[in-house]
Protein backbone atom coordinates (compact mmCIF):
# COMPACT_ATOMS: atom_id res chain seq x y z
CA UNK A 1 0.00 0.00 0.00
CA UNK A 2 1.85 3.46 -1.08
CA UNK A 3 1.97 6.03 1.06
CA UNK A 4 0.18 8.50 -1.92
CA UNK A 5 -2.91 7.06 -3.72
CA UNK A 6 -2.74 7.09 -7.83
CA UNK A 7 -6.01 5.27 -9.85
CA UNK A 8 -4.19 2.16 -11.53
CA UNK A 9 -5.33 2.89 -14.84
CA UNK A 10 -6.61 5.77 -17.19
CA UNK A 11 -7.49 6.12 -20.73
CA UNK A 12 -8.20 8.39 -23.41
CA UNK A 13 -8.27 8.77 -27.36
CA UNK A 14 -6.29 10.58 -29.30
CA UNK A 15 -6.54 14.68 -29.15
CA UNK A 16 -8.49 14.31 -25.36
CA UNK A 17 -7.36 15.77 -22.25
CA UNK A 18 -7.09 13.47 -19.82
CA UNK A 19 -6.21 13.94 -15.56
CA UNK A 20 -4.43 11.49 -13.51
CA UNK A 21 -4.59 12.19 -9.64
CA UNK A 22 -2.74 11.81 -6.82
CA UNK A 23 -3.60 11.98 -2.95
CA UNK A 24 -1.59 12.04 -0.04
CA UNK A 25 -1.68 13.46 3.42
CA UNK A 26 -0.68 16.66 5.42
CA UNK A 27 2.68 15.10 5.66
CA UNK A 28 3.96 14.86 2.02
CA UNK A 29 1.88 16.23 -0.52
CA UNK A 30 0.12 19.02 2.35
CA UNK A 31 3.88 20.53 2.83
CA UNK A 32 5.87 19.38 -0.12
CA UNK A 33 6.42 19.88 -4.24
CA UNK A 34 4.91 17.07 -6.12
CA UNK A 35 6.96 15.71 -9.04
CA UNK A 36 5.63 13.37 -11.46
CA UNK A 37 7.63 10.51 -13.72
CA UNK A 38 6.88 9.50 -17.07
CA UNK A 39 8.12 5.54 -17.52
CA UNK A 40 7.64 4.18 -21.22
CA UNK A 41 7.73 -0.02 -21.22
CA UNK A 42 11.44 -1.48 -20.84
CA UNK A 43 12.77 1.84 -19.57
CA UNK A 44 13.95 3.68 -16.40
CA UNK A 45 11.59 6.76 -15.52
CA UNK A 46 11.72 9.95 -16.49
CA UNK A 47 11.42 13.35 -15.47
CA UNK A 48 7.88 14.90 -15.97
CA UNK A 49 6.85 17.47 -13.55
CA UNK A 50 8.72 18.79 -10.74
CA UNK A 51 8.42 21.62 -8.36
CA UNK A 52 4.67 20.12 -8.55
CA UNK A 53 3.83 22.41 -12.00
CA UNK A 54 7.48 22.84 -13.41
CA UNK A 55 8.34 20.97 -16.80
CA UNK A 56 12.02 20.14 -17.38
CA UNK A 57 13.55 21.43 -20.75
CA UNK A 58 12.14 19.26 -23.23
CA UNK A 59 8.49 18.06 -22.13
CA UNK A 60 6.42 19.54 -24.47
CA UNK A 61 3.64 22.23 -23.11
CA UNK A 62 0.77 19.58 -23.41
CA UNK A 63 1.62 18.16 -19.92
CA UNK A 64 0.74 20.03 -16.59
CA UNK A 65 0.97 19.93 -13.28
CA UNK A 66 -1.32 21.53 -10.23
CA UNK A 67 -1.88 20.61 -6.39
CA UNK A 68 -4.82 21.71 -4.28
CA UNK A 69 -4.25 20.71 -0.57
CA UNK A 70 -3.37 16.90 -0.29
CA UNK A 71 -4.05 15.93 -3.92
CA UNK A 72 -2.44 16.94 -7.04
CA UNK A 73 -2.77 16.25 -10.63
CA UNK A 74 -1.13 15.58 -13.85
CA UNK A 75 -2.95 17.23 -16.91
CA UNK A 76 -2.47 15.30 -20.36
CA UNK A 77 -3.79 17.76 -23.10
CA UNK A 78 -3.82 16.72 -27.37
CA UNK A 79 -2.78 12.79 -26.00
CA UNK A 80 -0.81 11.25 -28.84
CA UNK A 81 -0.18 7.39 -28.68
CA UNK A 82 3.39 7.74 -27.27
CA UNK A 83 1.86 9.49 -24.49
CA UNK A 84 0.97 5.64 -23.31
CA UNK A 85 2.96 4.49 -20.60
CA UNK A 86 3.06 4.27 -16.88
CA UNK A 87 2.85 7.78 -14.77
CA UNK A 88 4.10 8.16 -10.69
CA UNK A 89 4.24 11.13 -8.65
CA UNK A 90 6.22 11.22 -5.87
CA UNK A 91 6.69 13.86 -2.75
CA UNK A 92 9.11 13.95 0.65
CA UNK A 93 7.25 13.13 3.59
CA UNK A 94 8.42 15.43 6.30
CA UNK A 95 6.97 12.73 9.03
CA UNK A 96 8.63 9.77 7.60
CA UNK A 97 11.64 11.63 5.90
CA UNK A 98 11.36 9.59 2.79
CA UNK A 99 11.24 10.10 -0.87
CA UNK A 100 7.19 8.78 -1.38
CA UNK A 101 5.96 7.29 -4.48
CA UNK A 102 2.35 6.66 -5.90
CA UNK A 103 1.50 3.39 -6.48
CA UNK A 104 1.29 4.14 -10.75
CA UNK A 105 -1.25 4.92 -13.28
CA UNK A 106 -0.74 3.07 -16.85
CA UNK A 107 -2.39 5.60 -19.13
CA UNK A 108 -3.87 3.59 -22.00
CA UNK A 109 -4.75 5.65 -25.84
CA UNK A 110 -7.52 3.84 -27.33
CA UNK B 1 24.77 16.42 -19.77
CA UNK B 2 24.59 13.85 -16.13
CA UNK B 3 24.80 10.13 -16.86
CA UNK B 4 24.84 7.57 -14.20
CA UNK B 5 25.53 3.58 -14.85
CA UNK B 6 24.83 1.02 -11.84
CA UNK B 7 26.76 -1.96 -11.64
CA UNK B 8 27.35 -4.79 -9.32
CA UNK B 9 26.05 -9.00 -9.35
CA UNK B 10 22.86 -9.74 -10.62
CA UNK B 11 22.43 -12.90 -8.77
CA UNK B 12 22.25 -12.75 -4.75
CA UNK B 13 21.76 -15.65 -2.45
CA UNK B 14 19.19 -15.87 -0.31
CA UNK B 15 20.62 -14.59 3.36
CA UNK B 16 23.59 -12.35 1.56
CA UNK B 17 24.25 -9.37 1.13
CA UNK B 18 23.21 -7.24 -2.01
CA UNK B 19 25.48 -4.37 -3.29
CA UNK B 20 25.51 -2.06 -6.03
CA UNK B 21 27.36 1.02 -7.61
CA UNK B 22 26.15 4.18 -9.26
CA UNK B 23 29.23 5.38 -10.86
CA UNK B 24 28.27 9.30 -12.35
CA UNK B 25 29.65 11.25 -15.32
CA UNK B 26 29.32 14.80 -16.16
CA UNK B 27 28.94 15.74 -12.70
CA UNK B 28 30.82 16.08 -9.96
CA UNK B 29 29.37 14.06 -6.80
CA UNK B 30 31.20 16.55 -4.69
CA UNK B 31 30.04 19.68 -5.42
CA UNK B 32 26.67 21.30 -5.71
CA UNK B 33 25.21 20.03 -2.52
CA UNK B 34 23.25 17.80 -4.37
CA UNK B 35 21.04 14.01 -2.98
CA UNK B 36 21.83 10.58 -4.53
CA UNK B 37 19.45 7.97 -4.37
CA UNK B 38 18.62 4.59 -4.81
CA UNK B 39 15.37 3.23 -6.41
CA UNK B 40 13.90 -0.40 -6.84
CA UNK B 41 10.80 -1.75 -8.98
CA UNK B 42 10.17 -5.66 -8.93
CA UNK B 43 8.70 -6.97 -11.72
CA UNK B 44 5.39 -5.40 -12.65
CA UNK B 45 5.05 -3.46 -9.52
CA UNK B 46 5.59 0.37 -8.55
CA UNK B 47 8.76 2.72 -7.74
CA UNK B 48 10.32 2.16 -4.28
CA UNK B 49 12.60 4.46 -3.05
CA UNK B 50 15.17 3.19 -1.11
CA UNK B 51 17.52 5.96 0.29
CA UNK B 52 19.54 8.94 -0.19
CA UNK B 53 23.19 10.18 0.22
CA UNK B 54 23.92 13.90 0.44
CA UNK B 55 27.33 15.30 -0.66
CA UNK B 56 28.42 15.67 2.39
CA UNK B 57 27.75 11.97 3.67
CA UNK B 58 24.39 12.13 5.47
CA UNK B 59 21.89 9.78 4.77
CA UNK B 60 18.12 9.29 4.92
CA UNK B 61 16.36 5.74 4.33
CA UNK B 62 13.27 4.17 3.61
CA UNK B 63 11.85 3.53 7.06
CA UNK B 64 10.24 -0.33 5.77
CA UNK B 65 14.53 -0.89 4.80
CA UNK B 66 16.05 1.68 7.92
CA UNK B 67 17.69 -1.68 8.91
CA UNK B 68 18.53 -3.32 5.99
CA UNK B 69 20.12 -0.64 4.11
CA UNK B 70 23.63 1.25 4.29
CA UNK B 71 24.31 3.89 1.45
CA UNK B 72 27.82 4.86 0.94
CA UNK B 73 29.43 7.68 -0.93
CA UNK B 74 33.24 7.94 -2.36
CA UNK B 75 33.78 10.82 -3.59
CA UNK B 76 37.35 10.17 -5.07
CA UNK B 77 35.67 7.90 -7.31
CA UNK B 78 32.52 9.79 -8.32
CA UNK B 79 30.40 7.01 -7.51
CA UNK B 80 28.27 6.16 -4.41
CA UNK B 81 26.96 2.63 -3.65
CA UNK B 82 24.19 0.43 -2.25
CA UNK B 83 24.13 -2.52 0.38
CA UNK B 84 21.00 -4.34 1.52
CA UNK B 85 21.83 -7.54 4.03
CA UNK B 86 19.99 -10.47 4.85
CA UNK B 87 18.19 -10.44 1.34
CA UNK B 88 15.23 -12.31 0.32
CA UNK B 89 13.48 -12.93 -2.70
CA UNK B 90 11.31 -9.86 -1.83
CA UNK B 91 14.48 -8.25 -2.67
CA UNK B 92 14.62 -9.25 -6.23
CA UNK B 93 13.73 -6.12 -8.24
CA UNK B 94 15.58 -3.60 -11.36
CA UNK B 95 17.50 -1.32 -8.85
CA UNK B 96 17.98 2.42 -10.19
CA UNK B 97 20.36 5.11 -9.08
CA UNK B 98 18.60 8.41 -9.56
CA UNK B 99 20.10 12.15 -8.87
CA UNK B 100 18.46 15.04 -6.65
CA UNK B 101 15.00 14.80 -6.86
CA UNK B 102 15.29 11.89 -9.60
CA UNK B 103 15.95 14.25 -12.61
CA UNK B 104 18.35 12.00 -14.12
CA UNK B 105 18.27 8.15 -13.62
CA UNK B 106 20.68 5.86 -14.50
CA UNK B 107 19.42 3.00 -16.87
CA UNK B 108 18.59 0.39 -13.75
CA UNK B 109 19.81 -3.52 -13.26
CA UNK B 110 17.97 -6.31 -12.62
CA UNK B 111 19.34 -8.32 -9.14
CA UNK B 112 18.10 -11.46 -8.88
CA UNK B 113 18.10 -13.05 -5.86
CA UNK B 114 17.99 -17.10 -5.93
CA UNK B 115 20.00 -19.95 -4.33
Known amino acids: QSVLTQPPSASGTPGQRVTISCSGSSSNIGSKDVSWYQQLPGAAPKLLMYSTSQRPSGVPDRFSGSKSGISASLAISGLQSEDEADYYCAAWDVSLSAWMFGGGTKLTVL | QVQLQESGPGLVKPSQTLSLTCTVS??????????WSWIRQPAGKGLEWIGRIYTTGSTNYNPSLNSRVTISIDTSKNQFSLKVTSVTAADTAVYYC???????WGQGTLVTVSS
Open chain 2, 98 to 104: ARAWFDS
Open chain 2, 26 to 35: GDSISSGGQY
